[in-house]
């Protein structure tokens, strides 16, 4: 069975930073990982993805702020959050994603809050 399991949320204030974790237990084989959030209100989003050989990609809104990154050896997959704003304040969800066989797994959401 696979797991994801989520750390590093928090509060902070504007212009801070925070690094979430997310660790994978059990044989998730190769896959691509991503952060998503969902604020009040509105819709899930997708924030920032990894392939497994690390290409990556990330939203229009934090764009040269965040970096995602991953450990293969430690199956875990990192979000680097700079000069965090109000608008970034979310729960943050980690999924991976197997193509062969197909799979796909969510993290249990951690909080993550910027004050003004």
């Known amino acids: 069975q696979v797991q994801l399991v989520e750390s590093g949320g928090g509060l902070v204030q504007t212009g801070g930073s925070l690094r979430l974790s997310c660790a994978a237990s059990g044989s998730i084989g190769s896959f691509n990982g991503g952060w998503y959030r969902q604020a009040p209100g509105k819709q899930r989003e997708l924030v920032a993805a990894i392939t497994r050989g690390g290409s990556t990609n990330y939203a229009d809104s934090v764009k040269g702020r965040f970096t995602i990154s991953r450990d293969n050896a430690k199956n875990t997959v990192y979000l680097q959050m700079n000069s965090l704003q109000p608008e970034d304040t979310a729960v943050y969800y980690c999924?991976?994603?197997?193509?062969?066989?197909?799979?796909?797994?969510w993290g249990q959401g951690t909080q993550v809050t910027v004050s003004s």
């Open positions: 999924n991976a994603e197997r193509k062969f066989p197909w799979g796909n797994y």
